[in-house]
């Protein structure tokens, strides 16, 4: 298993509203496709695509929420943001093509 830290200080957004901070792990399976999706949002990382600040839609904070949709989970499927889910690296794929990042880019 491959598996992403991302750790984002609270701070204040360029028109000077406060957001909270946020710490996840993400999960990707360590073959190929995992692989290709960790190259990938490593460049959507870098435009700063992978997250965005907004309000939760869940919990309404204003702190950074991903573009993209991660797993948070290494098990419990789809309907627990885990795996397995058969077409998560599609549907990935294609988030990310929308937010301008693509595999000819690598």
């Known amino acids: 298993t491959i598996v992403l830290t991302f750790r984002f200080p609270g701070g204040r957004?360029?028109?000077?509203?406060?957001?909270?901070?946020?710490?996840?792990q993400a999960y990707l399976p360590h073959n190929e496709s995992g692989k290709l999706l960790?190259?990938?949002?490593?460049?959507?990382?870098?435009?700063?695509?992978?997250?965005?600040?907004?309000?939760?839609?869940t919990d309404q904070?204003?702190?950074?929420a991903f573009n993209i949709h991660?797993?948070?989970?290494?098990?419990?499927?789809?309907?627990?943001?885990?795996?397995?889910?058969?077409g998560y690296c599609q549907r990935v794929i294609e988030e990310l093509r929308q937010?301008?990042?693509t595999i000819a880019e690598l």
């Open 61 to 64: 904070k204003y702190w950074p």
């Open 13 to 24: 957004d360029s028109n000077g509203e406060s957001y909270r901070g946020r710490s996840q």
């Open 70 to 86: 991660l797993k948070t989970a290494i098990s419990g499927g789809p309907e627990r943001f885990g795996f397995p889910d058969d």
């Open 38 to 57: 960790l190259a990938l949002f490593q460049l959507a990382f870098r435009r700063r695509v992978l997250f965005d600040l907004r309000v939760s839609a």
């Open 99 to 101: 937010n301008g990042v």
